[in-house]
C-alpha cells in the first residue's frame, strides 16, 4: 500500500505544487488582511481548506494528463519510463484516483462559499483540458500557466467570495511566468513533437526563437510586477523581489550555460519556486506594513 501511495505521489510530481502555492497563499494572506480579525481556529481552517483545493486540483490536473497522453509518452523515450506506459500504475486505478480528487475539490471549495462551490466544477474542467491544447496550438504553455495562474484567483474567492483585479493581476504574472518557463522545458522534445504532429512552440518555431520567446513572456512578467507595485503601492520590499526576479530570469536567459538535462530540471525547479517564494513573501509583507485591502478593488 505505502509503495502504491508512494508511486501516486511521484505521478503527480507533488513537489511541483510548490510553483503555485506560494502565489495562492500570499493571495490567501491578502484577501484574509493577514487574518487579523479571525479567529486561531478560523484561521486554520481556512489554511488547511486551500491546502487541500490546492492538492486536489493538481493531483486532478496531473493525473488526466498522464491518462490523456499515455500513448505518446510510451513513444517519447524521455517520458517512457512514466507511471501508464510503463505499467507502473494501471489506467483504472489513475481514473480511480482522478475522480476522488475531483470530488473532493468541489466539496472543499463549497466549504466555502457559494460563488467558490458554483465555480469549483468548471475551474475543474478547465484544469484538465489544458492536457489537449499541444494537440492543436502552440499557445498550450500559456494556457499551462493560465490553469496554475487560477490558484491566487481561487484563493481569493474563497476567501472573499467575490473577483477583483488584485488576483487577477497576479494569475497573469503567474500564466506569463510558468508559460515562458514550459516553453524552455520543451526544448527537450522539440523534434519529437514535431514527428507526432504536436503544437509546441519549439516545434514551430525551433529551439533559438523558442527561447527568445520564452524570454519576452518573462520580460512581460517583469512588466506586469512593475506595473503591479506602482498600483497598489506595494513599498520597497515588493522592489526587492522584483529585482532579485529579475536576477532569476537573466541567469535563466543569458547566464545559464549548461545543456545537460538534468541540471536544466534542477534549474528550473529552483527558479520557480524561488519566484514563486519571493511573491508571497512581498504579499506577505505588505500587509503587515499596512497595505489596504479595500484598495485592491
Known amino acids: 500500500m505505502l509503495k502504491k501511495i508512494l508511486e501516486f505521489g511521484h505521478m503527480v510530481r507533488f513537489s511541483h505544487s510548490l510553483f503555485a502555492m506560494p502565489f495562492a497563499l500570499g493571495s490567501m494572506w491578502v484577501a484574509a488582511n493577514g487574518f487579523r480579525d479571525m479567529s486561531a481556529a478560523e484561521t486554520a481552517r481556512i489554511v488547511v481548506l486551500i491546502l487541500l483545493c490546492m492538492v486536489t486540483a493538481r493531483n486532478s490536473a496531473m493525473s488526466f494528463n498522464r ?5 505518446i509518452d510510451s513513444k517519447n523515450p524521455r517520458t517512457a519510463g512514466r507511471h501508464l506506459p510503463a505499467g507502473r500504475l494501471s489506467k483504472a486505478s489513475v481514473i480511480a484516483f482522478l475522480a476522488i480528487n475531483g470530488i473532493l475539490f468541489v466539496t472543499f471549495a463549497f466549504m466555502f462559499n457559494p460563488l467558490a462551490g458554483c465555480l469549483a466544477l468548471p475551474v475543474w474542467l478547465l484544469l484538465l483540458s489544458y492536457s489537449y491544447w499541444k494537440r492543436f496550438s502552440w499557445l498550450c504553455h500559456w494556457f499551462l500557466g493560465f490553469a496554475i495562474g487560477m490558484s491566487p484567483l481561487g484563493a481569493w474567492i474563497a476567501i472573499r467570495g467575490e473577483f477583483a483585479v488584485f488576483p487577477i493581476f497576479l494569475l497573469v504574472i503567474l500564466m506569463l511566468w510558468m508559460g515562458g518557463f514550459d516553453i524552455i522545458y520543451a526544448t ?10 504536436l503544437h ?5 518555431f525551433g529551439r533559438k526563437r523558442s527561447l527568445q520567446i520564452a524570454l519576452w513572456s518573462h520580460v512581460a512578467m517583469l512588466a506586469l510586477c512593475v506595473a503591479f507595485g506602482f498600483i497598489w503601492n506595494m513599498g520597497m520590499a515588493w522592489w526587492a523581489i522584483t529585482a532579485l526576479m529579475t536576477a532569476a530570469i537573466l541567469y535563466i536567459h543569458l547566464f545559464r550555460k549548461s545543456d545537460d538535462l538534468d541540471a536544466m530540471n534542477r534549474d528550473f525547479f529552483l527558479a520557480n519556486v524561488a519566484v514563486s517564494v519571493l511573491v508571497m513573501i512581498g504579499l506577505v509583507v505588505w500587509i503587515i506594513m499596512g497595505g489596504d485591502v479595500n484598495a485592491l478593488y
Open 200 to 204: 509546441s512552440v519549439p516545434a514551430r
Open 188 to 197: 527537450q522534445d522539440e523534434e519529437i513533437d514535431r514527428q507526432m504532429g
Open 67 to 71: 491518462i490523456a497522453d499515455a500513448d
